[in-house]
């Protein structure tokens, strides 16, 4: 029986649930969240409707997905699972079908490979809403549970494709015409995720020449995260200088956010892949709208947008805040600094190989390297240098020190006067030299982030060092 100490362990936090296998990431606890949506599902009158289940790379994913699956079935939920790992932005695609009302994917993205988690997509094609995950909440607390003893290795069942019509959307949002006269030499980690050799299967009909590592599936991930960021993304850096390649990308553990290096080696942060997009979109397709992104990013964003006679609306950390402007308003380009970004006419979702596409076809309609067009945005409106910091830390101690400084912030950071304070998602600092720096504390994990950017490195890497002293103080 399950007792209410593993019910407190399924928590949905920004971007859904998360624990580590078998600890509290277990058949048990996934059949139970099933059960959940089925019913809520019945609650809501939508047992007609259809569920897509969608699964990673990950240790065991396609049978926890095969659980799901078998629970909603048997609670009489018409319920189709996918026939293959597929990137995260081609279940929420499944998710648009008609008739569709949710989406279920097994993925824990880029957290360490002893993790797993279930991500819910909505009808819309993007996560759901906080009350969806609030109802699940307060439904797994009041559940009765009943045990199923399906096995794993159940009879095989029909299953759906649901990589061929992602695959095709994205190559129609493409412009190929572009693309297949680019003469582009691409480096291409996968990360041993879902993103595979999809990068390939979409470039194959065009003059891109392209050479990859790690497409094969490995759910250790070499030990390491499959996460799109310095300085995980030396494999690629390494790569990209070996074989004089003009742009590097990485997708992450499911394939929803990318991350660039320039033919340098240089990471290109999405400070400034945001804009460069949001601007060539504007210019080269001629379509209209706003953009939206998170508070970890630098306003550069909202310069350019203002620049064009638009707005840029600014979230708290999470995609679903991000989405969640996008269906209310006319936006062009969505996302967040850590490389998930949306686009109009496609799914208000974040989506790695879109945006791997389209960079590539931005830097062949600009005829121009991809470190030329970062540098001609730096000097167009301002520079942007930008450091990040993760640390494992007790999370009361952090929710502590984080308390104490909304409450009593400082009135200098790194001997610099703070002239700006925001408390919208944890607490933002603006500083007299331009640097800005986000101290948040993770929803899922005992973890605390820092986020610095500014137009000068120096003064960034200080603001980040006086942060953490700040943030990570074992005496408060």
Known sequence: MIGDNTVD???FGTDGWRGIIGETFTFENVRRVAQGVAQLLKNRRNL???VVIGYDCRFMSEFFARAVYDE????????????????TP??????????????????ASHNPHFYNGIKFKAHYGGPVMPEFTVEMTRLLKRLKHTSNTAPVYAPPIRMKDFLTTYLSAISSYANFSLLKKARLKVAVDSMHSTGGNLFEQLLKNTSIRIVSIR????????YDLPEPAPPLLEPLTRLVYREKCDVG???DGDADRIGIVDSNGRFVTLHYLMPLLYEYLTHSRRIKGDAVRTTSTDNLFDEVCASLGRRCYEVPVGFKNVCEVVLERNILVGGEESGGVCYKNHIPERD??????????MMSARKMSLAEIVRDMARRFHPVEYLRIDKVFEREKLRRNLAVLQNEPPERLAGTRIVGIDLKDGIKFYLQNGCWMLMRVSD????GRIYVGGPNLKDVRRTLRAGELLLFRKNS
């Open 215 to 222: 497409t094969e599936r490995n759910p250790l991930f070499d």
């Open 444 to 447: 899922t994990e005992p973890k």
């Open 9 to 11: 362990s399924i928590y």
């Open 352 to 361: 790695g190989l879109l945006s791997g596409l389209l960079v590539l076809e």
């Open 90 to 107: 081609a279940l929420s695609f499944a998710a648009t079908g008609r008739n569709c009302i949710l989406g279920i994917m097994i993925t």
């Open 48 to 50: 007609n409707k259809m």
């Open 249 to 251: 990308l990485a997708t």
């Open 72 to 87: 909603l079935t048997l609670a009489g939920v018409h319920a189709a699972l996918s026939d293959r790992p597929v990137p």
